[in-house]
Structure formats: structure tokens, C-alpha cells
């Protein structure tokens, strides 16, 4: 009876060793394996893409945005106002149709220095090319009273020859101005429209059109330029391919936090511009400081 009893005591006492020597090895396991893991995320670098914060690997050989939150303040309006001295700065405003008519003078007396103005579309179910009901109207307008004019197409292309076609026909309309600033490709996902042609166009093809698009804008004497929100930035278009043309960055926020470089930031959807009834979308254009 003792030596059961002591025989049990062993037994018991044997375990509860082995069990602890156990759970010992399988901490020093998980350890070693964290070890040769290393960083999850090495290699990554940590974004907004619009929808919260997310690890992405960042593309090679784009170039990196320089800005920082501590590059920026707002002013009394409201405006992000650009505190470094690594750029210079415009302020600006693209337009279409949708802000009527519009008093130039009074814009650029509001310190308004340029404008993006729509120059024409493609229907994002018929795919038909039609001109902006204001672009004449707009570019004249602005031009009179000294701004600088750039152009934009919103784009519904599917292939490359109709991203070709919408740059020849914006480059005729454009044709009889002075547009210095860029003729920029926007190309936009229609949300909530189960009917549009660009649902499914995948990342390579839009490239490809956007592409197409500035190529042939380039060709005719103009700079090219893309437009995109950081989602399209992301996960949309091939930066890679498009590093030869203009950046604009479309994310309202207080500074502009795309990973890479960008030209134009579109910080707001809603500003006030003196002569433009209603809400406008407000830019800034960075132009780097030449260093002697």
C-alpha cells in the first residue's frame, strides 16, 4: 500500500515536470520561430488607402512623397497652407459644368492662381464622347483674368484605342487656347451603377489606357497628367508605368498623405471660391524650389 502510494507520488510528481519541460519546449519553439519570421511587415510600408490604414509594399521605382503632416497648417478659411520650403505653391480649382457660370475675376481676386477645367467625357453607359457644356465659357473666362489652365478628361475607356481617342478629342478642343499647365486622364470607377462599361476593367488594362492617353497628349506638345484618389493610386493603376507623367492626388484631408510623389493635390470637394456658386474642388500645385 505505501508503495503504491509512493509509487503514485512519483508518477504524479514525474508529469507535472514533463508537462511543465513541455510547455517549456513549445515557448521556446514559438520564440525561435517569431525569430526566424522576423518582421511580418518587413519591406512594407504603412498607409492610408482611404478606406483606414494598411500595409502595402511599395512599388519600385516610383518616387516617394516628400510632404509630412508638420508641412502643413490651415489658415482662417480653412485652406491647408504649405509651410516648407522645399516647393513652391499654387492655389487652385477645377471646374466643370456642375459650378455654372462662373466669375472669373472674382475667383482670382480670392486668390485663385489656376484652374483644371473639364474639357469633355466619355458616358459611362453609351461611351459616347461628348465636350463640357462649360469649357469654352470656363477657359476663356479664366484665361482673361490671368489664371493658368490646365485641362481634364473623365474618361470611360475600356482599351487603350478609346483612352487614344478621348486625348485626340480633347486635344482638339483645346486646340485654339493656352493651356500650360497638364491635360490630364481621369478615369474614375463609377460607384452604385451596376449599367457602367468600366466595372470590370482590371488594373493592367487601365494602365495601359491611361498610357495610351498621355502618349498622345505628349506627342502633341502638352504635359500629360493622371488623376487619381489613393485607392486608384493603390490597388487601381501600375504607378510603375506611369512615372514619366504628371501626379494628381484627389484625398480632402488637412495634408497630403499619398505615399508617393504627386504634383497637384485636390484637398477638398466642398471649398468656397468667391464667383463660383455652391461648393468647388480646391487644389494645390507644388513646383520644386531649385537649389543653386
Known amino acids: 500500500m505505501i508503495a503504491k502510494r509512493v509509487g503514485m507520488w512519483y508518477h504524479k510528481r514525474t508529469m507535472k515536470r514533463t508537462t511543465a519541460s513541455k510547455i517549456i519546449a513549445l515557448l521556446l519553439a514559438l520564440l525561435l520561430g517569431l525569430s526566424a519570421c522576423g518582421d511580418p511587415h518587413k519591406g512594407m510600408v504603412e498607409v492610408n488607402d482611404g478606406t483606414g490604414q494598411v500595409w502595402i509594399t511599395p512599388e519600385a521605382g516610383v518616387p516617394v512623397s516628400t510632404f509630412s503632416q508638420k508641412d502643413f497648417s490651415v489658415d482662417e478659411d480653412g485652406r491647408p497652407v504649405y509651410k516648407g520650403d522645399a516647393f513652391t505653391v499654387m492655389k487652385g480649382v477645377d471646374v466643370s459644368f456642375y459650378q455654372g ?43 482673361k483674368a490671368g489664371l493658368k489652365v490646365g485641362v481634364y478628361f473623365f474618361s470611360q475607356a475600356v482599351t487603350p484605342a478609346e483612352a487614344a481617342e478621348e486625348a485626340a478629342y480633347a486635344l482638339k478642343l483645346i486646340a485654339p487656347y493656352q493651356v500650360t499647365l497638364p491635360v490630364v486622364f481621369d478615369w474614375e470607377r463609377i460607384d452604385g451603377q451596376e449599367t457602367a462599361r468600366t466595372n470590370n476593367l482590371d488594373s493592367a488594362t487601365l494602365t495601359d489606357c491611361a498610357v495610351a492617353f498621355c502618349q498622345a497628349v505628349k506627342a502633341a506638345g502638352y504635359t500629360p497628367g493622371v488623376y487619381f484618389y489613393r485607392n486608384t493610386g493603390y490597388y487601381g493603376f501600375d504607378l510603375t508605368k506611369l512615372t514619366d507623367y504628371v501626379f494628381w492626388l484627389g484625398t480632402p484631408g488637412g495634408y497630403p498623405d499619398f505615399y508617393y510623389a504627386h504634383t497637384i493635390w485636390q484637398y477638398s470637394f466642398e471649398g468656397a471660391v468667391d464667383g463660383i456658386a455652391g461648393s468647388a474642388d480646391l487644389d494645390l500645385l507644388f513646383t520644386p524650389v531649385q537649389k543653386s
Open 101 to 143: 457660370e462662373i466669375d472669373w475675376d472674382a475667383a482670382a481676386a480670392d486668390g485663385i492662381q489656376f484652374a483644371f477645367i473639364r474639357c469633355g467625357y466619355r458616358g459611362y453607359t453609351e461611351g459616347v464622347l461628348k465636350p463640357d457644356e462649360q469649357f469654352e465659357a470656363n477657359i476663356a473666362g479664366a484665361l
